[in-house]
């Protein structure tokens, strides 16, 4: 397939979308559609940006929710050229653009205070040290805070969006309040927050956030969704949600 380099393979995503991977690489999980399911959308007018883009999950996903163009930025070539071969394999190359850059470059792109919507899946664990990083540069990237902190992620997408404009991330329960407290210095007041349990009595793994620039205090704790069911398939709730049903 013309589409595909040497050692990637085509994997089917969700709504007739599919998506270029490689085992070399870090491949997308289901935090960053569920993200892409969670947030609010401009449907007809305006844009969005999506950081840390990867291979493009989270712009593919949001592309069957909206009309509106969506950039990606992406620090790491390989994977902004994998998100691209795979926005044109989807036909989707019209309407989705991936950018190579670092997001804590202020004139990385062009129109800084006017994006609709903002998402991040930025990585997970707030490990700057050598030793506890993956032998994978790919994978330690994509979890550890190798190339920017939450915190410079947070100050990104707020400079990007517009008065009003919302912002959505996905991260651990565990930082939770940092990422409140990241959110409300850089004036995005939480407004939607939702939680993820992989199965029923266990404690959640993912927080979904949404936040609005300069918005008025109030946050809205959303009914919580659980993965799994006991013998380990997912819940017929999940998969709703996870197909955008």
């Not at 163009?69 to 992406?74: A, F, S």
């Not at 989705?96 to 930025?122: H, M, S, W, Y």
């Not at 994978?136 to 990237?141: C, G």
């Not at 007041?189 to 949404?210: F, H, Q």
Request: hydrophobic share 35%; glycine share 6%; with cysteine.
């Amino acid at each position: 397939m013309s589409h595909l380099s040497e050692g990637e393979r085509l994997d089917y995503i969700t709504e007739g979308l599919h998506i270029i991977q490689s085992k070399e690489v870090f491949a997308f999980s289901i935090d960053a559609v569920l993200l892409a399911r969670f947030t609010y959308i401009p449907v007809t007018k305006g844009t969005i940006i999506d950081l840390c883009s990867g291979n493009g999950i989270i712009p593919l996903v949001l592309s069957t929710r909206s009309r509106v163009p969506i950039t990606g930025i992406e620090l790491q070539p390989r994977l902004a050229d994998m998100a691209r071969r795979s926005a044109q394999y989807n036909n989707l190359d019209h309407k989705l653009r991936f950018i190579e850059g670092d997001v804590r470059n202020k004139n990385i792109i062009d129109n800084i205070g006017q994006a609709d919507l903002v998402t991040c899946n930025p990585p997970y664990f707030a490990t700057t040290g050598q030793n506890e990083w993956n032998d994978n540069p790919y994978f330690t990237n994509a979890r550890h805070e190798r190339n920017g902190t939450l915190t410079d992620m947070v100050e990104a997408a707020s400079q990007l969006v517009k008065q009003k404009g919302k912002v959505s991330m996905v991260l651990r329960p565990e930082r939770l309040s940092e990422l409140m407290e990241a959110y409300r210095k850089y004036r995005l007041e939480p407004k939607r927050l939702k939680c993820i349990y992989p199965k029923e009595g266990k404690n959640a793994n993912i927080v979904l956030l949404e936040g609005m620039k300069d918005g008025k205090p109030g946050l809205t704790c959303l009914p919580p969704l659980t993965v799994y069911t006991e013998d380990g398939k997912y819940t017929e709730e999940f998969r709703k949600y996870y197909e955008g049903r």
